[in-house]
């Protein structure tokens, strides 16, 4: 059956360092990926996909690795800043999205 | 800006009563979700339509119905509720193409007593 997971449920990191959010998925199928942000009390946001076709994808200040072989999806995020604080989510679609559980990053400022 | 607009942030209502969760969309998207939330179990999907008048179930559907009469509303019916429907519910909309992420809105939280 299809699922999506995360490995660390809550991830803490110091201002100004980098974040590394991760996921594992097990559908080879599945052609899309995307990350989501929620932050407290919104609904999720959109930060960034990738196609099952690509390795690597960069945005402002984030980046989403691709690992087809491992079945490995990563979201980084450079210079992370107290407004990163959020639940990060993972999730791979065929026909529809499935959503991972979710990890939890906090900022230490 | 695109917006999916939930009509409730908040919600309590007792067991049994016949519930409505309202969604609208300004996208002109052709698909729309409703999701439910619930700590440590992440976003389950409940029903889903690809059109107007089209629904289809989605993983948990047990308890809920939809109704999509028009392209931009998509609601959610909770014939009976039960405590067990407490939660927070999600609605979001995608246009109609395989490469495409989803909108979603703020949420309604309910809580039913």
């Known amino acids: 059956g299809e699922s999506v997971g995360l490995h660390l449920p809550t991830l803490s990191v110091q201002e100004g360092d980098n974040s590394i959010i991760n996921c594992a998925y097990s559908n080879s199928a599945s052609d899309y990926f995307i990350w989501y942000k929620q932050e407290s009390g919104k609904g999720p946001q959109f930060i960034i996909d990738i196609r099952s076709n690509m390795d690597k994808r960069q945005g402002q200040r984030v980046t989403v690795l691709l690992n087809k072989t491992v079945k490995h999806l990563s979201l980084q995020i450079a210079a992370t800043q107290p407004g990163d604080s959020a639940v990060y989510f993972c999730a791979e679609k065929r026909n529809k999205l499935v959503f991972g559980a979710g990890t939890i990053l906090r900022v230490k400022s | 800006d695109v917006k999916v607009t939930q009509s409730s942030r908040y919600l309590v209502k007792r067991t049994g009563e016949k519930v409505f969760l309202e969604c609208v969309q300004d996208m002109d998207h052709e698909n729309m979700f409703w999701y439910r939330q619930d700590p440590g179990l992440g976003l389950r999907l409940i029903y889903f339509?690809?059109?107007?008048?089209?629904?289809e179930k989605g993983d948990i559907p047990e308890g809920y119905s939809v109704s999509r009469e028009k392209k931009e509303r998509f609601s959610l019916i909770l014939e009976s509720a039960s405590t067990n429907q407490t939660s927070m519910y999600l609605c979001?909309?995608?246009?109609?193409?395989?490469?495409?992420?989803?909108?979603f809105g703020s949420g309604t939280r309910l809580t039913v007593v």
């Open positions: 339509s690809y059109d107007v008048k089209m629904k």
């Open positions: 979001a909309s995608s246009i109609g193409y395989r490469e495409a992420g989803y909108t």
